[in-house]
T-cell receptor
Framework: DARVTQTPRHKVTEMGQEVTMRCQPI?????VFWYRQTMMQGLELLAY????????DSGMPKDRFSAEMPDATLATLKIQPSEPRDSAVYFC?????????????????FGQGTRLTVV | RKEVEQDPGPFNVPEGATVAFNCTYS??????FFWYRQDCRKEPKLLMS???SGNEDGRFTAQLNRASQYISLLIRDSKLSDSATYLC????????FGAGTRLFVKA
């Protein structure tokens, strides 16, 4: 049963520490999203990769957040330094966009999320 | 203005009721539309795609109105298990989620 895997599931850290969240997309998917969810803001798109290349990261605070795909089986989201306002659930999702299409027109599969608490 | 807007609710309805949610989007170039469902403390999961001609899946009916830039979801004969947050999703260059509409179905 193919699924998106995120680690860790829960993370509590102190303000100022580096946080790294990892995502293994479904094998064969060419699109990866990072979303952040809070009660106040709902699901916010942070970054978007197609074939490992970043297409859009305008939703991400550039001074402290970075997203990469070192290879097709791993996407990472780093926060350095972390702040209490970063506390949220971070979801990774993957999907398959056919060649020649610009956007997602099929299901995006979500991981179970990383619940981050910065104290 | 947000790219995708939904009434946050909550909608409190009795079992067996019919309930409808609307969602508006701002980008007229959007290409694809979906409804996702999210249970408490779980990840979002696809409920159904929304096609221009409208589509139905059991008790659920989705409609798209491109001229007015909104999509809708109708749930007939509500069940307790329908209680969840329903997320409107609009895909184009980026896939944007609405903040969700919370539904509580009461016995």
């Amino acid at each position: 049963d193919a699924r998106v895997t995120q680690t860790p599931r829960h993370k509590v850290t102190e303000m100022g520490q580096e946080v790294t969240m990892r995502c293994q997309p479904i094998l064969g998917h060419n699109t990866v999203f990072w979303y952040r969810q809070t009660m106040m803001q709902g699901l916010e798109l942070l970054a978007y990769f197609r074939n490992r290349a970043p297409l859009d990261d305008s939703g991400m605070p550039k001074d402290r957040f970075s997203a990469e795909m070192p290879d097709a089986t791993l996407a990472t989201l780093k926060i350095q330094p972390s702040e209490p306002r970063d506390s949220a659930v971070y979801f990774c999702a993957s999907g398959l966009v056919p060649d020649g299409r610009s956007g997602m027109n099929t299901e995006a599969f979500f991981g179970q999320g990383t619940r981050l608490t910065v104290v | 203005r947000k790219e995708v807007e939904q009434d946050p609710g909550p909608f409190n309805v009795p079992e067996g009721a019919t309930v409808a949610f609307n969602c508006t989007y701002s980008n007229s170039a959007s290409q694809s539309f979906f409804w996702y469902r999210q249970d408490c403390r779980k990840e979002p999961k696809l409920l159904m795609s929304v096609y221009s001609s409208g589509n139905e899946d059991g008790r659920f009916t989705a409609q798209l109105n491109r001229a007015s830039q909104y999509i809708s979801l109708l749930i007939r004969d509500s069940k307790l298990s329908d209680s969840a947050t329903y997320l409107c999703v609009v895909g184009g260059f980026k896939t944007i989620f609405g903040a969700g509409t919370r539904l509580f179905v009461k016995a």
